[in-house]
């Protein structure tokens, strides 16, 4: 169209405008009037008009914001042949939403590697960051020839990189668009495909982005599955139950310009954004087989919506009605692996393999009776290897890059679908579970797993399970975690769970139950939100026993992500730490803790070689040092003189700070023979210290403190300690007890008496219940009611020499001397086979009022350093005894102020 | 007086002589405009405040202050100065659209993606600035104030009473350049 005159250009404007706000039906009639018969002038007002209506916001926005991302974008770009400590920058490779990869020189060992700059808005979060790390960094250690190695991540300016190993060839989409695979080099692919997917299941390491932009096809036709790990960069941790794409999809209803995962290659569960496990792998992958295969993508269509509604709804053209060639097995594993409920896929990657190989095997078999046949006319397909080879040399020029090239897109139109996704397909689904987890859960009591194995020697397995993720979790801050005992009262007892949780005072209870065959093991765990009534998530875990290590640490990772518990990097690190990669430690260790726990001397002899069994297959686990350590302790405390049993504790748990520093249980061990044995204060507060930063939630560190602090006479201060340990651990026996024995020691005898008599109402007293309880009895002069308590004490749990000897002592000191002795001598028998600490000897002579046996037995217990002479300053036993000069030398060697 | 007065009064002076009808005065002020306009520019993109786009007008204002001697403005240096700074802020913008090309055809398209709908969501499909520019010229060479009237609309930000104030004219008659213009670029740009 020929310029209007500047003079007719005027007249167009003015008639264009006043048009504008003339309806259409009024404009027909404007425009012949207006324009008078000149068609030139009517044409361009006419076109005119058809261009505003099309332009829409055309330029309404300031032109700036054209610019804006460009100029955003272009700072994070690293100019060429730039050097960054010893790479240097050759090439742009490849740009996508996921950052830049460039190929670079690593100057130092002079190979060319790619260098990942991930995008800014990324590596802002720390956290996600460094999930995302993690998990590239462990697919790469698994070593496995198709999965890209990583060689180092680090950090310039603010901007994050990943090295990896530089893989020349062209990416599976690439191939793709450029010619239909034959059926023996589909396959070839498919199986290092799978072959890395299995590496990386088996070690619980889920792709989540399977797609064939992520499948490099190196020249030589070796196959690398790369970016493991990516999807956790656009995870949003604290979204419960949120699958990383749905998550994103949903976030991008607020906030448009962030990356959302492939719809293509999406599982249903990812669709629906349920949580995904290694079957989700296995769907993304049975599409990309099956648009090897087909040429075509299993589900197509024009925007995302489309596309994902197919995956949930549609199933696929079947593939022999693409590809007549393609063998029924073949199209049997394409459809397993492509069901749409996961529980009839493909359980593993491993099976999927197998069939796999079949397949190749059989279509192998298959080619040779062919030949044997007919004439050799497609033997160039039979060597696809070599094919593939030459068809990858020649475009080698065009396919140097690691990532695909990026494509333009209609991105107008598929934003706009998202967001219409997000808001109807997902919205649903999103709120039906927002307001589940609307309250976010800071405690919980995890119930002993149920062995349904039908096999009692694999409770250890159960209750080591339960531990191992009791112990796990209490590492994190704000997450009230209900210790063992308190939650092992309820084991084999079939308790109504909102009665649990009333009495352990806890907003969500962990189910599980474990099934363990051969070297199979099964675990289903299920997260109770009481208030609600329901179960906001569950997994089922199918591992090998090989990986029961690792399986601790990931799903303590699955809970504290359902939980929204929001972790820090640190404690992100300790939750997911493998304390050892040797399963068979790892078992021996559990079995270790099984028998700690029961605390006879006899089980703690079986712990201390169940132990050391683990250490033979592990040598480096930490943790199994931290078990003998507190084996010998215990062993020390009751069973053995303490200067025999404490050193080998000590030197355990040195031995475990020295593989790991940061080992709580390691400090709380080294505390513990700080505290009793070598009675050094300071130093056993620093240790308290440590441990408790390290697992803030453990309730064993503020006992130790109660205990140092009531020797020190600091009542208030050690109240305050139990208080804070039974928060943590409410049924626990020992602490009840101990915050009567507090009062008890702290001359508070009433409300020794209170606490302790609930205690034994609530069931859960113990042979030191019964001992404060009597003592508190007799410092009030209640003769009568401390021997029956003692008595009763004996009679419900054990003769035990502490029992004993208090017996004895409140005959003595209500005048029954000779009933005393007669104790005394019970005493003197069982010393006779069995360690008896002297301190209870000098408690049976303080009540009988021989000062000088009393000081033998107190100089003995120091000889053997008795760990109940930390309490000597506050002993309500000795307090006769207290202006002696003996007694202050006494306290002074014990290190305690007079 | 330092350099930064002298540079203001110079700058006044060429402003005075520009309004006056001094056509080449434009060829001198020009380049300190833009050099001032780009240096703002790019240190507000190098600040990267989250949940701030760059306000233009803002920028202008702000440069406008910095580069001429206030002792002698009045209302007619201002809406000079604008005419002149939203020149400059298109010869910014196209200047950095202009890159953004050399780049694409580098091979690589600044926004995305790793491929079918992986994608950096963006607004609607991008305005060609470079296009943008050279059918803006067209325009010109017909009508040169309703070419104005996008330089201050769409390259500095300004609204129609602003823009209308600046070229002084009526609101009506920039609104209906304005629409005009849009109408005709687009269909420039779609052609």
């Known amino acids: 169209m020929s310029l209007l005159s500047p003079e007719k250009w005027q007249e167009a404007k003015e008639i264009f405008y006043a048009a504008l706000r003339r309806t259409p039906a009024e404009r027909e009639q404007f425009l012949n009037e207006s324009c008078r018969g000149d068609d030139d002038l009517r044409r361009e007002v006419q076109s005119l008009l058809s261009a505003s209506e099309s332009a829409g916001s055309f330029m309404q926005n300031p032109a700036v914001n054209e610019i804006a991302e460009a100029l955003a974008a272009k700072k994070e770009r690293i100019p060429l042949n730039q050097s960054l400590g010893h790479y240097r920058i050759l090439n742009l490779l490849g740009q996508g939403g996921m950052g830049e990869v460039y190929l670079a020189e690593d100057t130092r060992l002079e190979r060319k590697v790619a260098f990942k700059v991930l995008p800014s808005a990324f590596a802002q979060d720390a956290g996600r960051m460094r999930r995302f790390v993690q998990e590239a960094k462990a697919a790469s250690a698994l070593n496995h020839p198709n999965i890209l190695t990583i060689y180092e991540t680090g950090e310039f300016e603010n901007t994050k990189y990943i090295v990896s190993e530089y893989v020349e060839g062209e990416t599976l989409s690439e191939r793709l668009h450029r010619e239909p695979l034959n059926l023996k080099v589909a396959l070839d692919i498919a199986i290092q495909i799978t072959s890395a997917l299995q590496a990386a299941h088996r070690a619980s390491i889920v792709h989540r982005d399977i797609k064939p932009d992520n499948v490099m096809i190196r020249p030589d036709g070796v196959v690398k599955l790369l970016d493991f790990g990516i999807a956790k960069l656009t995870e949003k941790q604290s979204d419960v139950d949120l699958g990383s794409e749905a998550a994103t999809a949903i976030k991008i209803n607020t906030t448009p310009g962030v990356i959302i995962g492939t719809a293509n290659y999406m599982s249903p569960e990812q669709a629906l954004g349920k949580t995904v496990d290694a079957r989700t792998d296995i769907f993304s992958f049975g599409l990309v087989l099956y648009e090897m295969l087909a040429g075509k993508r299993a589900f197509e269509g024009e925007n995302a919506i489309e596309v994902i509604s197919s995956i949930l709804q549609t199933e696929a053209v079947p593939l022999s009605r693409l590809r007549p060639e393609v063998a029924h097995d073949i199209e049997r594993i394409v459809g397993k692996a492509l069901r749409k409920d996961r529980e009839e896929r493909y359980q593993t990657a491993k099976d999927l393999l197998i069939d796999l190989k079949d397949a190749r095997e059989e279509l192998q078999f298959q080619k040779k009776r062919e030949r044997s046949h007919a004439p050799p006319r497609d033997q160039v397909e039979t060597q696809i290897i070599n094919a593939a080879t030459t068809d990858a040399a020649q475009s080698s020029s065009r396919a140097e890059r690691i990532i695909a090239q990026v494509r333009n897109h209609k991105l107008g139109f598929i934003v706009l679908s998202l967001l219409v996704l997000a808001g109807i397909g997902l919205g649903y689904w999103y709120f039906s579970h927002r307001i589940s987890i609307a309250n976010q859960i800071e405690s919980i009591a995890i119930m002993p797993f149920i062995n349904e194995s039908g096999n009692a020697d694999t409770e250890y397995l159960s209750d080591g399970m339960t531990e191992a993720l009791i112990s796990s979790l209490s590492q994190l801050p704000r997450l009230n975690v209900k210790a063992r005992s308190s939650v092992f009262r309820y084991k084999g007892a079939n308790t109504d769970l909102q009665q649990i949780a009333k009495e352990l005072n806890v907003q969500a209870i962990l189910n599980g139950r474990i099934v363990q065959r051969g070297g199979d093991l099964s675990l289903y765990v299920e997260l109770v939100d009481i208030a609600m009534d329901k179960v906001i998530w569950s997994r089922t875990y199918n591992r090998q026993m090989t990986n029961l290590a690792s399986l601790q640490s990931e799903i303590s990772r699955d809970v504290s992500n359902n939980l929204r518990a929001k972790l820090s990097g640190p404690d992100e690190q300790r939750l997911v730490k493998n304390y050892t990669e040797n399963s068979e430690a790892y078992q021996l260790y559990l079995k270790g803790n099984f028998e700690w726990n029961k605390h006879t001397r006899e089980d703690l002899q079986k712990g201390i070689e169940y132990y050391n069994q683990a250490l033979e297959k592990d040598p480096n686990f930490a943790l199994a040092y931290t078990g003998l350590a507190a084996c010998y302790g215990v062993l020390g405390d009751e069973y053995l003189p303490p200067n025999e049993g404490f050193p080998k504790a000590k030197d355990y748990a040195a031995k475990a700070l020295s593989i790991d520093g940061a080992l709580a249980e390691a400090h709380t061990a080294m505390a513990a023979v700080r505290l009793y044995y070598d009675w050094d204060w300071a130093e056993a507060t620093e240790e308290l210290e440590r441990a408790q930063t390290l697992k803030p939630n453990d309730p064993s560190p503020h006992l130790l403190r109660s205990d140092l602090l009531i020797a020190l006479g600091r009542v208030d201060e050690a109240h305050a300690e139990v208080k804070r340990a039974r928060e943590l651990d409410p049924l626990s026996r020992l602490f009840n007890t101990v915050d009567g024995a507090d009062s008890y020691l702290g001359r508070q005898y009433d409300e020794a008496i209170t606490q302790l008599e609930k205690t034994i109402n609530l069931d859960l007293a113990f042979n030191e219940t019964y001992l404060y309880l009597g003592l508190a009895y007799e410092q009030k002069r209640m003769y009568q009611r401390a021997i029956e308590t003692f008595q009763k004490g004996m009679s419900q749990t054990e003769r035990h020499p502490q029992l004993i000897a208090s017996l004895a002592h409140a005959y003595a000191v209500s005048g029954r001397r000779d009933k005393a002795l007669k104790v005394l001598d019970e005493l003197r028998e069982i010393s006779k086979h069995s360690y008896v600490s002297p301190y209870l000897f000098a408690v049976v002579y303080t009540g009988l009022n021989d000062k000088d046996q009393t000081f033998a037995w107190l100089d003995k217990a120091f000889e053997d350093r008795s760990l109940f002479l930390i309490w000597l300053k506050v002993d309500p036993f000795f307090d006769d005894l207290r202006d002696d000069p003996r007694f202050q030398t006494l306290l002074r060697r014990v290190g305690l102020p007079s | ?191």
């Open chain 2, 1 to 191: 007086m330092n350099e930064g007065e002298r540079k203001a009064a110079a700058i006044t002076q060429m402003l005075r002589e520009w309004s006056d009808g001094k056509a080449e005065a434009l060829e001198n002020l020009l380049p300190l405009v833009y050099a001032e306009l780009h240096r703002q520019a790019a240190s507000f993109l190098r600040k990267e405040r989250p949940g701030h786009t760059l306000q233009t007008t803002a920028l202008i204002n702000e440069a406008y202050l910095r580069l001429i001697d206030r002792r002698s403005v009045n209302w007619q240096n201002r809406a000079h100065f604008f005419a002149v700074a939203a020149q400059a802020m298109r010869r910014i913008l196209v200047d950095y659209a202009k890159a953004k090309h050399r780049k694409k055809r580098g091979g690589n398209d600044i926004k995305l993606s790793l491929d079918g709908v992986t994608l950096v969501a963006s607004k609607e499909k991008g305005i060609d600035l470079v296009a943008l520019d050279e059918a803006l010229d067209k325009l010109s060479e017909r009508d040169k104030q309703q070419a104005s009237v996008v330089e201050l609309r769409y390259f500095s930000g300004l609204s129609l009473e602003e823009t209308a104030e600046v070229l002084h004219v009526s609101r009506a008659t920039v609104a209906r350049d304005w629409e005009s213009a849009r109408a005709w670029l687009h269909r420039e740009l779609t052609k």
